[in-house]
């Protein structure tokens, strides 16, 4: 392991979220790495490869969510279209205690997160293949989980009917968002107001190792989603609620 990054990356993540990363953390997020680099080169998992890019993009910016003061890392938390695990595994490698479910429509991509689940011996871990657009139709699915996350999915409209079907009544969607999720929001009154959703925060922040600013959308869920939502699949990204 490159001591330096990893000697950064913890201290880095101890001043900005207040997480001591202990030995065995950092050996987990280098195999994490070293994983995610082998399994790569078989499918398109991520277009970040070097090791200073993907600790900083990809780790430390899933674990931003974590300087949310509405996200609860001992509660339940759905990872939706998680690609190679962002957000929700670095969460979970920093809290061992956060339930986590990841859906994702590409088979193979599941697979892959099953395998690295083993790998890095996660607790309260599940990764499941599905469409959001049929999972939030479901009973034991829809309105089921405190905590829903999506990172770098489609721009908001779409991803407030995605999500927001599988928030409880008083729960919360993070979006996690590059520097175009504030104007993202002018575009979402309508989803908003159809799925029940309200805009309770929005936190944006630079990542001083990389450049660009990042943006996390806060949204509660305050009226239950209408039956009608989420349309059939292909239908939100073809016609988003504008």
């Not at 991803?159 to 729960?171: A, I, M, S």
Request: glycine share 6%.
């Amino acid at each position: 392991m490159n001591d330096v990054l990893a000697e950064q990356f913890a201290a880095t993540i101890q001043q900005d979220l207040g997480v001591e990363v202990g030995k065995d953390v950092l050996a987990r997020f280098d195999r994490y790495y070293h994983f995610l680099l082998e399994w790569n080169e078989r499918m398109n998992l991520t277009a970040i490869t070097d090791r200073e890019s993907v600790y900083w993009k990809h780790f430390y910016d899933s674990a931003s969510l974590l300087t949310v003061s509405e996200f609860d890392s001992r509660a339940d938390l759905l990872d939706v279209g998680s690609g190679a695990g962002f957000p929700s595994i670095p969460l979970h490698l920093l809290h061992q205690e956060l339930t986590v479910t990841i859906l994702d429509s590409l088979q193979k991509r599941i697979t892959f997160l099953s395998e690295l689940s083993k790998e890095l011996h996660l607790s309260r871990f599940s990764a499941v293949h599905g469409r959001a657009e049929d999972f939030g139709h479901q009973t034991n699915w829809r309105e089921s989980f405190s905590q829903v996350t999506a990172r770098a999915v489609a721009r908001l409209p779409v991803l407030l009917e995605f999500c927001l079907p599988f928030v409880q009544t008083g729960g919360y969607f993070f979006a996690m968002k590059g520097p175009e999720g504030a104007n993202e929001l002018e575009e979402s009154s309508k989803a908003l107001s159809l799925l029940g959703g309200e805009i309770k925060a929005l936190h944006s922040f630079d990542i001083p190792e990389i450049e660009g600013s990042r943006t996390i959308v806060v949204i509660k869920k305050v009226n239950a989603t209408p039956k009608s939502y989420p349309r059939k699949a292909g239908t939100p990204v073809k016609k988003p609620l504008l």
